[in-house]
């Protein structure tokens, strides 16, 4: 089993940068394609961003594609997501996930989940 816990939330202003990690417990972190997820008050939650086990492969949402980047340390158990330029849209809480499933942008492709971090980008 894995537990996750997000963290590097917070407010910032249109056009800024943030940078959110993901901490995972137990031994089998790296055995798990990991991603993140984001959701909007009264919205789905939605794909963000996706990390293959080995961190050689990364696949984007094209809403943040280009912005947006991804990555892993199966060494420290953690994965980040470092958000450039962002947008009043990109306001929503952050969720990381791990799954067995890759690429995957489905939420049920993935088997654990972090209770979230709030991001809110200010116009």
Same mark, same amino acid.
């Given at each position: 089993?894995?537990?996750? *816990?997000?963290?590097?939330?917070g407010?910032?202003?249109? +056009?800024?940068?943030?940078?959110l990690?993901?901490? #995972?417990?137990?031994? =089998?972190? +790296? *055995?798990?394609?990991?991603?993140?997820?984001?959701?909007a008050?009264? %919205?789905?939650?939605e794909?963000?961003?996706?990390?293959?086990? $080995? $961190?050689?492969?990364?696949?984007?949402? /094209?809403? *943040?594609?280009?912005?947006f =980047?991804?990555?892993? /340390?199966?060494? %420290?158990?953690?994965? /980040?997501? @470092?958000? $450039?330029?962002?947008?009043?849209?990109?306001?929503?809480?952050?969720?990381?996930? #791990?799954?067995?499933?890759?690429? #995957? #942008? +489905?939420?049920r /492709?993935?088997?654990?989940w972090?209770? +979230?971090t @709030?991001?809110? *980008?200010?116009?």
């Amino acid at each position: 089993q894995a537990q996750l *816990v997000e963290s590097g939330g917070g407010l910032v202003q249109a +056009g800024g940068s943030l940078r959110l990690s993901c901490l #995972a417990s137990g031994r =089998t972190f +790296g *055995v798990y394609h990991m991603g993140w997820f984001r959701q909007a008050p009264g %919205k789905e939650r939605e794909f963000v961003a996706a990390v293959a086990w $080995n $961190n050689l492969y990364t696949y984007y949402a /094209d809403s *943040v594609k280009g912005r947006f =980047t991804i990555s892993r /340390d199966n060494a %420290k158990n953690t994965m /980040d997501l @470092q958000m $450039n330029n962002l947008k009043p849209e990109d306001t929503a809480v952050y969720y990381c996930a #791990a799954g067995r499933v890759y690429p #995957a #942008a +489905g939420t049920r /492709d993935y088997d654990y989940w972090g209770q +979230g971090t @709030q991001v809110t *980008v200010s116009s």
